[in-house]
């Protein structure tokens, strides 16, 4: 079971990247998934999360109208998609598998993470 996130970097404000996260096909078409971010010194947030089939989507208020969540389930991979990008989205992103099919923000609700990829928004 293995959650690979990568796609992090360096970027200016303004600017975009896109995580991408490969997943181990035992839990990544049935599950639900979702990216959170640990900034330093911060508690680990939630940032998109998205259903099995892509169905259902949500996203922090933080970043809505930036950011995109989105799934190839063929690819076993998910994405976020990040636009518009400011110095306080400077974060460690993780992505998650949820224990169940929907899209969920608890914290409590995942069976497995990603080990995290570093994205430094510079001003």
């Known amino acids: 079971v293995q959650l690979q996130a990568s796609g992090g970097g360096l970027v200016q404000a303004g600017g975009s990247l896109r995580l991408s996260c490969a997943a181990s096909?035992?839990?990544?078409?049935?599950?639900?998934m979702s990216w959170f971010r640990q900034a330093p010194g911060k508690e680990r947030e939630f940032v998109a999360a998205i259903s099995w089939n892509g169905g259902s989507t949500y996203t922090a208020e933080s970043v809505k109208g930036r950011f995109t969540i989105s799934r190839d389930n063929a690819k076993n991979t998910v994405y976020l998609q990040m636009n518009s990008l400011k110095p306080e989205d400077t974060a460690v992103y993780y992505c998650?598998?949820?224990?169940?099919?929907?899209?969920?923000?608890?914290?409590?609700?995942?069976?497995?993470w990603g080990k995290g990829t570093l994205v430094t928004v510079s001003s």
């Open positions: 096909g035992r839990i990544f078409s049935n599950n639900g």
């Open positions: 998650a598998a949820a224990l169940g099919s929907h899209a969920t923000t608890d914290l409590s609700r995942f069976r497995a």
